[in-house]
């Protein structure tokens, strides 16, 4: 069997506000489709409260159950002595995995017998130290930054870490302490009325040219491009192929990243019909040390 045949799929935590119900026909879709890892949790805005960590406990069982390997996410961003709670909780249970989004969840995962974390694509790690002292710490998976180039990936001495690449969804650009979302309507942060509930995949930006510019999801800045990483299904240093939940075509966006790694479909082709499932840009510019709105075919 080939490197490429045994790279697996994951599917990202849902980085908007979806409603419950909704939320849990997607997961029950999840559990049928050929992802092999599925993160679960907020990691956006601790105010997004439709599903509690005990209902994404629930719905991480009903995955396992169905075979997938299941995560736990943290918040990126934290903020207050809540937020450090449930974070507390996440890394305290033994039952899934644990994705460090923040230094803070590295620190408290490594006070537990089962120590092991993910490192989340928001953590610094950009050169062979930083790397090292997180695997001293129990890093067993790192899910590759944005930034990173193919060229500088292969640089790295990874061992026996599982490598991670965000291969299809917007680039999360940054956080911040203010709800921009929230702003648009005139609303304090505290009294925002769950106003993010009316994008479901995020508030677009345009320019004055009216060309995708960035998209406002709460607390975080996305890219107005959709990242498309098809073409590293062939790269050997590549474990894993990350996917990030969207409303639209998302199961077809799995389909197609699947039927590749099975050699039913060419890496070319599957990135001509990738293009019809969503009506945004796509990018790659960063893989290839360009800028990261750039494609390069």
């Known amino acids: 069997m080939t490197k ?21 026909q997607f997961y029950q879709q999840v559990a049928q489709s050929p992802i092999d890892i599925v993160y679960l949790g907020e990691v956006v805005c601790s105010k997004r409260r439709a599903l509690s960590l005990q209902d994404w406990m629930t719905i991480g069982h009903d995955l396992q159950a169905a075979g997938k390997q299941v995560v736990l996410s943290t918040l990126s961003l934290v903020e207050a002595a809540s937020e450090l709670s449930v974070m507390t909780k996440i890394c305290q249970q033994g039952d899934f995995m644990v994705e460090a989004n923040d230094m803070s969840a590295v620190q408290l995962r490594t006070k537990f017998e089962s120590n092991a974390f993910i490192a989340g694509s928001s953590l610094n790690i950009y050169n062979q130290r930083s790397l090292d002292k997180l695997k001293s710490l129990g890093l067993s998976r790192w899910v590759l930054p944005h930034e990173h180039n193919q060229q500088a990936l292969h640089a790295f001495d990874l061992g026996n870490v599982e490598l991670e690449l965000p291969a299809w969804g917007r680039l999360s650009l940054a956080y911040s302490a203010r709800c921009f979302t929230a702003r648009t309507h005139n609303r304090s942060k505290d009294q925002c009325g769950f106003v993010c509930d009316q994008y479901p995949d995020g508030l ?48 077809e966006v799995i389909a197609l990243f699947d039927q590749v790694r099975k050699q039913q479909l060419s890496v070319t082709d599957g990135q001509k019909q990738l293009t019809e499932c969503t009506v945004h840009p796509i990018s790659n510019g960063y893989w290839h040390q360009k800028a990261g709105k750039d494609w390069v075919a």
């Not at 935590?13 to 849990?24: A, G, L, Q, S, V």
């Open 204 to 251: 677009a930006m345009k320019t004055q040219e009216q060309k995708d510019f960035l998209v406002i999801n709460g607390i975080q800045t996305q890219s107005g491009t959709i990242q498309n990483h098809l073409e590293a299904i062939n790269d050997d240093a590549v474990d894993i192929l990350r996917i990030t939940p969207q409303q639209n075509n998302c199961f």
């Open 4 to 24: 490429q045949n045994t790279k697996k799929l994951s599917l990202a935590p849902i980085p908007y506000f979806w409603d419950r119900d909704y939320t849990h």
